[in-house]
């Protein structure tokens, strides 16, 4: 069954966002604070597809939520919501762990299509790439294409699933300059309702966790007005 933590103080919201994941098949936990989604969480096991958090509470907000829901779990998928609109409410998302980001108001259709495009992700088979060498290889790094992990000079590096898919991509198309809605469209899938600003807040995010230096990165290079490119031999950009 697809599970999914729902946190939002408004009872308005929140019981129109359970009655149309109810309809779209989630079986829906909803709780009003932050402080009841950790606890619920805990009690749960960590039994959940993805958490929905809306930004703006008393008491523990959606940021800390976030933070402390990525910490016990890189696969889970997550989903900010906010009435704000603000472009730094978004970055500042993506940049604790989250994986998509909705302003209020949203339609049921941009809902589910979200939601459905986190959940297709966050389940994949650890099987479907049989078929497929069972690893990558790229300079120091080692994508294990069944554990869906990877490594750096053997050290493993913590990724979410959205990180991890990006990776791939990219080492599946070493030194070949890859634009942004091209990334865009095989990460998010086709109907996804945001702007390709996403796209650069990942490679900022994975760049933290990968390069000797962020500010200076040697394996994902900028292609300006473009995109980017992976380099195993960590060239320079």
Not at 54 to 59: E, K, S
Not at 131 to 156: C, D, Q
């Amino acid at each position: 069954m697809k599970r999914i933590l729902v946190c939002e103080d408004e009872d308005v919201i929140r019981d129109f966002v359970v009655i149309n994941l109810n309809r779209a098949g989630y079986d829906v936990v909803d709780v009003n604070c932050g402080e009841d989604a950790l606890r619920v969480f805990d009690e749960e096991n960590g039994n959940f597809d993805i958490a929905l958090l809306d930004i703006m509470m008393p008491g523990i907000d959606g940021f800390q939520v976030c933070k402390a829901l990525r910490k016990k779990s890189s696969t889970l998928g997550i989903i900010m919501l906010s009435a704000k609109s603000q472009e730094m409410d978004k970055v500042s998302a993506l940049m604790i762990g989250a994986d998509d980001y909705m302003t209020k108001p949203f339609s049921p259709s941009e809902l589910t299509a979200r939601i459905d495009a986190i959940y297709r992700r966050v389940s994949m088979s650890y099987n479907q790439e049989d078929e497929r060498a069972a690893t990558i290889e790229s300079g120091p790094f080692v994508l294990n294409l069944k554990s869906r992990t990877v490594s750096k000079n053997g050290v493993p590096i913590d990724l979410t699933q959205v990180e991890y898919q990006i990776l791939e991509y990219f080492m599946n198309n070493q030194e070949t300059a890859l634009d942004r809605s091209s990334i865009l469209t095989h990460i998010w899938g086709d109907n996804y309702f945001g702007d390709d600003k996403i796209v650069d807040v990942n490679i900022r995010r994975i760049r933290m966790k990968i390069e000797d230096e962020p500010s200076n990165p040697k394996y994902i290079s900028t292609i300006w007005g473009f995109g980017y490119k992976w380099s195993a031999k960590g060239g320079k950009e």
